[in-house]
């Protein structure tokens, strides 16, 4: 068990919790020597995003046959406990949270080389800063962004109900 691995099982059993199932290792933008691979569920597809703490890549879940969004934490985050225990975190709660504005979380797991990782339901659709920047001239598009701010609105007054405060919510 990697050191990383120890970290992640302590983290949750600070908090009272079962480790997460290991899936099948993901194949990382670094792929390991070839007789180490192993069939994985996921087939990466390539980068969404990123932010600070971690790298969203779309993948293809080959054992249900459904595109999903997977988030992985930064290699140069891997070896510090506290942000590994929050990325952790940040799966458990969203995959607790049931909110039709809400992306789900799949399932939490670990990477061949013992980074977290967690699934969650891929979203075609644009965020709310690339609507803002299309513009809403007439009166049908303004209304029809502020639908969606509102509905935004109700997922964020949802988690705060149960105990959840996000702290780096922002339009993209």
Known sequence: MS???????????????????????????????????RRSRYELRGTIGSGGVGIVVRARDV???????????????????DIVQR???EAQIGGQLQHP????????????????????????????RERLEEGGDDEAERAELLRVFEQMCDAIAYAHARGVVHRDLKPA
Request: charged share 30%; aromatic share 6%.
């Open 101 to 128: 504005a809400l992306v789900p979380v799949y399932e939490i797991g670990v990477l061949g080389d013992g980074r977290p990782f967690f699934a969650m339901k891929w979203d075609k659709g644009k965020n709310l």
């Open 87 to 89: 990325f952790i975190e």
């Open 63 to 81: 054992d249900i046959g459904r595109d999903v969004a997977i988030k992985v934490i930064r290699p140069t985050h891997a070896d510090r406990p």
């Open 3 to 37: 050191r990383l691995d120890s970290s992640i099982l302590a983290a949750l059993q600070q908090r009272g919790q079962t480790p997460p199932r290991v899936v099948l290792a993901v194949e990382d933008p670094l792929p390991p020597e070839p007789h180490e691979r």
